[in-house]
C-alpha cells in the first residue's frame, strides 16, 4: 500500500484524490520548492511538474485535476510550456465538475449573477448539480461578468468555461 503524507493529510490506498487533494499537492509543492512530484496508487498515477522558472506551477489546478480524472492509468506530466495566464484579457470560470447548470438557488428565484455584474472571489456564481447535491461554484476571481456561456439547466463538462470575466 503506497502511503503518503502532507500537510497532515493522508492518502491511503483506495481512497479517491480529489480535485482539493491536488491543490494541497501544488501549494506545498510551491511552498517548499519541489520542482517535481509523483503520486502511485494501484490503477492512478499521477505526476506534477513545475517550470525551472522557479514561479507557480506550470499547469493550473483545473488542468492537472482534468489530466489525473481523464487518464487515471497513464503518467501525467504538465508540460513546461503551457501556460498559466490565457492569452486574452478575459478569465473564464470553468466548471470544476460534470453535472447540471443553473444560474439560480431555485427555478423562482433571480439569477446569482448578470452581464456587467461585479464578483469577488468569493462570490457564488451559479450552482452545478452533481449526484443529486447542489455545489455552489464561485468565482475563484475579481473582476466583471462579461459573458454567460452556458444555458440554464444544461449539462456541463468537467473543465467546461460557464462564464467570462474581466479581472479588476
Known sequence: MIQ????????????????KDI???????????????ELEKQDFKIRLKRGSNGGS??????EAAALAYAQPQTAIAA?????????????????????????SP???????IEVGAEVNPDTV???????????EIKAEAKGIITQV?????KPVEFGQPLFRLRPS
Open 149 to 153: 456561456l452556458i444555458e440554464n439547466a
Open 106 to 112: 431555485s427555478p423562482e428565484s433571480a439569477s446569482y
Open 79 to 103: 508540460s513546461a510550456a503551457t501556460p498559466l495566464v490565457p492569452v486574452s484579457p478575459e478569465l473564464e470560470i470553468k466548471s470544476p465538475m460534470i453535472g447540471t447548470f443553473y444560474r
Open 57 to 62: 506551477a506550470s499547469a493550473s489546478y483545473e
Open 125 to 135: 456564481v451559479c450552482i452545478i448539480e452533481a449526484m443529486k447535491v447542489m455545489n
Open 23 to 37: 491543490k494541497a499537492i501544488i501549494d506545498l509543492m510551491k511552498k517548499n520548492s519541489v520542482t517535481e512530484f
Open 4 to 19: 503518503l503524507l502532507l500537510a497532515g493529510q493522508q492518502f491511503e490506498g483506495n481512497q479517491a484524490v480529489d480535485l
